[in-house]
């Protein structure tokens, strides 16, 4: 395992990242500063001495219970992800084994390598795709989707680009999948590979929500949360052989991409379950902080959180609950719970940030900054007309909107807005989903048995 | 334990029900018919002639695996209603047990005898309630809420009505409790007990969704399923002591409406789970038999119910998973996912059935009746041009029209958006409720921790 | 003009109408009365002696006053469908003068002839369809969508139906036509016209939210509106040619159902917006015989009422103000305004509804019958029990309740969800239209200036 | 009237301005350079050189046509803001003319002098209230509403702040105004005036969406919009007597607000219904360059940004339509249609710009920036990778990307959320307002008419 420090030292390994329109030193660079002090923070946190030893976060779970301790764990972006591209990989294995065991038994020593060796896994999946009206082998550029443009002996070269890419300055591996299923015909875009960030060809370019000279003192929650995104470009890029987990078998291409999607929304419920609560507590704080907890209209808008909150929580719980455990000892969450919270969620998100928005009031934006809190000349009017009574100080409830500000209308929670509702893909994806993977039969079967009916349809 | 035949001898006792301003013999009253006729078949279901025997559908769950078992068993509204009753008195009991032992010991005793005698309970909760703006003790007329205006050595005498309150003239007891909290001085309302409808001093006034000559032919969903509702008038009734719960220990009065409210609430959150499969059914079948199925926002309106089904269903999993065991041994579900599924699955009942609706189309209200179809005139033209298409003819999308209207727009459907609405109290109780079961103070920390801020409030 | 008496008259001119698998006699048959009952009543309030006198409500609007002005008057659906398929009429003629002018000619001669003569019309537009993903021509059953079968020299000759007809045994004349566009080679299906109920091989098939010994006395908001609707039969129809309006011309063969499409929403919207005051209405008097209008939730619940109520009638005001008038001197409203209104109105109906019962609580659906209120025996009863306070007594909160349930909760209520939600087509279509007639172009060139961007699309 | 440049000039007047803890001089800080720029164009745009001229944008509309001429009028935030300052005035005045005829007479003097001398009014209304349960002299610190704490020959001293105010540091004068109704014994908070910002005493504490060294390249939409906004501290302010409009009247006191409200709400309606106009626009712009343009669910979310669009002009038509004219000759549009089209649009907005970003995907915050589209290194492959076909070339549909974040995604997105929501205060008041200006009686008597009923509290 590494150390926060040999994490950092590690990002020196000639990688090609770009900012603004320059190339730059990862590690160097003031803009990737907070986003590697986190990550090394985390490394930190999960460090154990001894050889050979595995991050009890990138440990693989093997029956329901270490999945529901599991979620007690608490891990930044960098991380999560890596544990979500971990099991992506390993279900995707199970559900590609009988087309291309080869490619199964190598994911299999590539998971066990990493957990070992304590790397950080990038997810690249979402192509350019150029004319969202037409397929892969469509478009006017045949590298709107990623492609295998040379095959080799030893390898394949790949040429294409994947966007919105979280994190892949600041990460060692990029695994790399194919962004939706593939027909005969277009076996060239269906390849699925991990390599390093430094592989040569490789390039990042990285935009975040922080601004070169921003100031992080009234942003408590985003603080730390910046994170690089953006395209990496992959520019007539070798894959050795070891690291090719799919080239070619368009039957099983979507099995990567299903099984990430299903461990993005799992990951995503879970951290929109906690948001939900955060939101309920920055409700109840704002709304005391004001004065208003008593008054009924703002009571019935906490309800709201609170419900919201509850459900969230409880299509979570389901989906962990109802798990199933696959032949290779890989405990799967249910789809169907998984795929209707993280909807529901993503959904109705804004909605409850708008409560907390109209709990708060126009001092969410309007505030003063930290520094007049300080200022000599200004300060003292700032705490007496921020004050509400002598149990809520001035000070106090500046921090708290603060707080709410960063958590619902600054530029980090825009980009969280965007986030939140993309990962796993749009809203109409995940509604498609969750139909998909219901039951319809039995329902249909139930509704004719109510009517008294027999359906030709159902019958063979 | 009785047949269906010994229920129905059971209900010639002499009890005063009326029914369109008339007193009638309720066995012999053809609107009472239907209702008596599915109570009967679900006495001969659980039948077993073993002395002593229990209704597998009455017996108290003792671990959470029996708990989800049960939800697999079938019955109609005043056996699943006496469930209900059961175990909220159970769970009362325990609540009530340090103000009022003899209270507690009394409900024991008398769920034991009621399992065994396999009688029919009904609840009786909601008071005439007069002016909402006043408690019990300030209504102008003091019979508003029910009260004691006597009491004697062998028994207490009340005077008061309960409303809303469904199956009384064809089940056997009246169980009894106080509406809500009460307060010092409001001694006479906390009062709670359970008698035979048949007990003198008691009529009922009842009115149902069917019309005397309604034809039920058309009616598939319904027909067995208009359940006579209304009042029920305790006038100068007498309660022997053995059958009195509780008497003026007004600290605990409201325990019986919380645990009336909890297991009312998953009872209809189990029901509405399973409506609402039967919706996303309905709608799917409703999109064939239109030739809709592959037009996209028809493929949209059913993956929204589909995610409203799946939450529902969240919810009741959630809730059964969490439960908790009694000291007495009695499962009680996780309130908070009960109260927030109820809340959510009734919220938004109507706008579901609107989708289907929508999907259906005009037919719904505008298709000819099943003797129009029978008609040597005009029946052909009516399967004619009902008819979609070889696959679907217009008999069977007739009669699917027929039962979409009876679960969405006829006049049983009218009385069940009603029905599902304020059972368990209408929405705005079960926000507050649903509120008020949740850590707040858990949530307020988490906040308090991501503003980097210490709250005076939550320090003791 | 006629009286009522003459309209009673009118009816008994041989025409084909069943009900419930007979055939039967329309001015005779009790299911029909009170529909002919507040027809012929409307015939009375307009009706002028003089000769050759036009029904205030028939006249052509020729000025947006006029067209305001009219909205002040009442008529029941007969008679504003009549209106409506009068102004359909002449919207239409202006839009097929270009193709048919003879068809524009005899339009505007049949629109005379129908005012001066007072006599109803009825719509006659939605085809059986067969097989909604299939197009007219390409049925499984040819007569799936109405056709021309025959042609003569004198007139055509028609076959197939028209389905969710209202109105059709009651009024005069069949207006018909074509129920959306057509393509060539269809041009059979583009014919528009105008026969006599009377016309030999018409039948009307019929069904109504009323059952045979219904008790009206608890129904006050619907006693009257039990309309007939259903089936249409053509079999085998001869249509001289003087009342043919379009035969062959596919080009405009949507003309007619986009102008009745423009008519009918105005209309509906006209009743949705008076419906929703109605709905503010009960909702203020509902709560205050709870003795619950001073409590916060329920004052909001009103405001969303108020709201909705007011977005409405503002889309009403917009459309009426905004109207056109054409070369041929009739007022056309907005249609852009009138769509978005109809709309919402349609699409929030039920969730406004839902507010009431929500208001109102259980007593919609529990509450004794008039003719419990009268028992000697309960009566009394009846009264105490549903009395607020002495300013509320039993007899009106009863009787409000039967009105609120006839307007949320009944049979008739359950039709109206229906008529309301597919009258001028359903969800879909109306976000379709309104979307259709939006001025996207001019959006699009304020947001491509904002971006300070050209577009090259935009160019031409 | 001033240029542009007599405007930057007139700022120069010792005015009291804090930036970040710093005190400024406001002309020459480069945070309020931008909002300074355009507030000088826009008073470049509407010079006329003549001696007396008013500016065509601050006249005050004497009949609905000018009323509704001037809708097409633009104008930056503070220059609409002195428009909405000035007919608030004159409304006030109007309603306070019975009580205080003086301070009517000063209002209109006053009107006059700023029309003639072109200046800028800064809206003062909310005050720092402390805490909302309580009253005005009811607070712990008596200044937590602005009062008059000292009254002299030639006029009073006030104390006090006001938040949530745009614009003060730019402009001229503070329309100083009681932020609620106020009553008996409160006198001393009954107070109304305007004063310069250059008053001795008066300080502004301000904070704005943009941070130092923002770059404004990828913010076509909010380069000129980051106004100042905050604090205005009255530290022992002197006001002359003829700058005061109201003092210790108290049962008028709520006059102002009401009127501002209704002006404010106007301003806000029509800037939101431009803004629901240019949502439709980049809605329809990102489909089509996303190659999205022809899918269903994307032509429905735009069918949904279309009918709010339409539902929200409406309301303003409506309003404007229907305005009174007051004897004093001012137009005063109607308040429920406005209140309501207010509420609606603000209630929507945020679900509606989530429209735009499921629409957009999450491009919208990971697109490169434009600086690494002009690199020399990786320029061509966002180029590239951005573009979606031939006629959609990256270069466009990254900016294109860039705007659509800044309307819904960036710092001043989240500014602007908060705005709209809480300008012509939050959601609830707005219903409030809404409900109380709606004619409940008259809708009481249509349900009670439909009923069949009377209704004794609508007997007097």
Not at 172 to 179: A, D, Q
Request: proline share 4%.
């Amino acid at each position: 395992m590494l150390t926060g420090e040999q994490y950092r030292a590690s990002l020196r390994d000639g990688r090609e990242v770009y900012y603004d329109g320059e190339r730059v030193e990862v590690a160097d660079h003031p803009i990737f500063e907070r986003a590697i002090q986190i990550a090394a923070d985390s490394y930190d946190r999960y460090y154990k001495p001894e050889a050979g030893a595995i991050s009890d976060y990138l440990q693989t779970p093997s029956t329901i219970e270490e999945m529901r301790d599991r979620a007690e764990l608490k891990a930044e972006q960098l991380t999560s992800g890596s544990y979500v591209s971990l099991m992506t990989l390993l279900t995707a294995a199970d559900r590609i084994e009988s087309v291309r065991p080869q490619g199964s038994a190598a994911i299999r020593d590539y998971v066990r390598e990493m957990q070992v060796a304590d790397l950080r896994l990038v997810e690249c999946i979402t192509d350019a795709k150029g004319d969202r009206a037409k397929r892969p082998g469509q478009q006017e550029d045949p590298d709107a989707y990623l492609r295998v443009v040379e095959r080799r002996a030893d390898g394949v070269v790949v040429n294409g680009a994947k966007l919105h890419i979280s994190g892949a300055p600041i990460g060692h591996e990029l695994m790399t999948i194919p962004t939706k299923a593939m027909k005969p015909g277009e076996e060239d875009y269906a390849i699925a590979f991990s390599i390093p960030v430094s592989t040569p060809g490789v390039k990042t370019i990285n935009v975040t929500s922080e601004t070169p000279d921003m100031s992080f003192a009234d942003m408590p929650l985003s603080e730390f949360k910046h994170d690089p995104v953006g395209f990496v470009i992959f520019d007539h890029v070798f894959v050795p052989n070891e690291r090719v987990f799919l080239d070619g078998e368009t039957e099983v291409a979507a099995a990567f991409a299903h099984s990430l999607g299903l461990w993005v929304r799992m990951n995503g419920l879970k951290n929109m379950a906690d948001e939900a609560d955060l939101m309920c507590g920055f409700a109840s704080l704002l709304a005391e902080a004001n004065g208003l907890d008593r008054v009924d209209h703002i009571k019935d808008k906490l309800a709201e959180l609170v419900i919201h909150a509850t459900l969230i929580r409880s299509t979570l719980e389901a989906s962990i609950l109802n798990s199933e455990v696959t032949d290779d000892g890989v405990v799967v969450p249910n789809e169907q719970y998984a795929n209707a919270g993280k909807y529901h969620a993503a959904a109705y998100r804004t909605a409850m940030l708008q409560h907390i928005q109209d709990i708060a009031g126009g001092s969410l934006v309007t505030a003063p900054s930290s520094r007049d809190l300080e200022s000599a000349d200004v300060g003292h009017f700032v705490r007496k007309y921020m004050s509400t009574k002598q149990s809520v100080d001035g000070t106090y409830r500046l921090k708290l909107f603060h707080a709410a500000k960063d958590l619902t209308s600054g530029a980090h929670a825009g980009y969280n807005a965007v986030a939140q509702l993309q990962a796993g893909g749009g809203l109409y994806a995940q509604r498609t989903v969750t139909r998909g993977r219901y039951d319809l039969r039995a329902a249909r079967a139930k509704a004719l048995e109510a009517a008294g009916l027999s359906n030709p349809a159902e019958a063979e």
